[in-house]
């Protein structure tokens, strides 16, 4: 399975604690440079950046060979090399909450699952609750419309 993540849901993950259901749930992510880039920006908080530094073994950092044609000026590089990586390798899914970011590769064909698409996949896997972990992802900030979580809490 070929995986490839922009920075949001990576972020998210490590603040709520839950990173480790990405190599459970897909084995390896596959991340283009400025993804690790933005994961270690100043602007990243201090656990995202600490775990940037040392990212585990089954985070590969790996660059698209060639820029999105037609390029797209609304997302920002990290979300346009995510996208044009995960297209370059065909990937199975990429990982991306961004809606223009999300919209853009459905467009392209590619299949995409966000934040609280991986918890309610790492819920059904058994690896976590996913009520606890969605108040948690809100307490740090995450914003999403609530029918939407709503929606989500019904479905499991």
Same mark, same amino acid.
């Given at each position: 399975?070929?995986?490839?993540?922009?920075?949001?849901?990576?972020?998210?993950?490590?603040?709520? !604690?839950?990173?480790?259901? @990405?190599? #459970? $749930?897909?084995?390896?992510? $596959?991340?283009?440079? /400025?993804?690790?880039?933005? $994961? $270690?920006?100043?602007?990243?908080?201090?656990?995202?950046?600490? *775990?940037?530094?040392?990212?585990?073994? *089954? @985070?590969?950092? %790996? /660059?698209?060979?060639?820029?999105?044609?037609?390029?797209?000026?609304?997302?920002?590089? =990290?979300? #346009?090399?995510?996208?044009?990586?995960?297209?370059? %390798?065909?990937?199975? *899914?990429?990982?991306?909450?961004?809606?223009? =970011?999300?919209?853009?590769?459905?467009?392209? !064909?590619?299949? #995409?699952? =966000?934040? %609280? !698409?991986?918890?309610?996949? !790492?819920?059904?896997? =058994?690896?976590?609750?996913?009520?606890?972990?969605?108040?948690?992802?809100?307490?740090?900030?995450?914003?999403?419309?609530? @029918?939407?979580?709503?929606?989500?809490?019904?479905?499991?």
């Amino acid at each position: 399975m070929i995986v490839v993540a922009d920075t949001s849901p990576i972020n998210y993950l490590i603040l709520i !604690g839950r990173i480790e259901i @990405l190599q #459970t $749930l897909y084995g390896r992510i $596959l991340i283009p440079h /400025s993804v690790h880039e933005e $994961l $270690l920006s100043l602007k990243a908080p201090p656990s995202v950046r600490a *775990w940037a530094k040392d990212p585990p073994i *089954w @985070l590969e950092l %790996l /660059s698209p060979s060639t820029n999105l044609n037609p390029p797209v000026a609304r997302l920002d590089r =990290g979300e #346009t090399e995510a996208i044009a990586l995960a297209e370059e %390798l065909d990937a199975d *899914w990429l990982l991306i909450d961004e809606a223009l =970011g999300r919209d853009e590769a459905s467009r392209r !064909g590619l299949q #995409t699952i =966000g934040t %609280l !698409g991986i918890l309610r996949e !790492g819920h059904r896997a =058994g690896l976590l609750d996913l009520r606890t972990a969605v108040d948690h992802l809100m307490s740090i900030g995450f914003r999403v419309d609530q @029918l939407l979580i709503q929606k989500l809490l019904d479905s499991i």
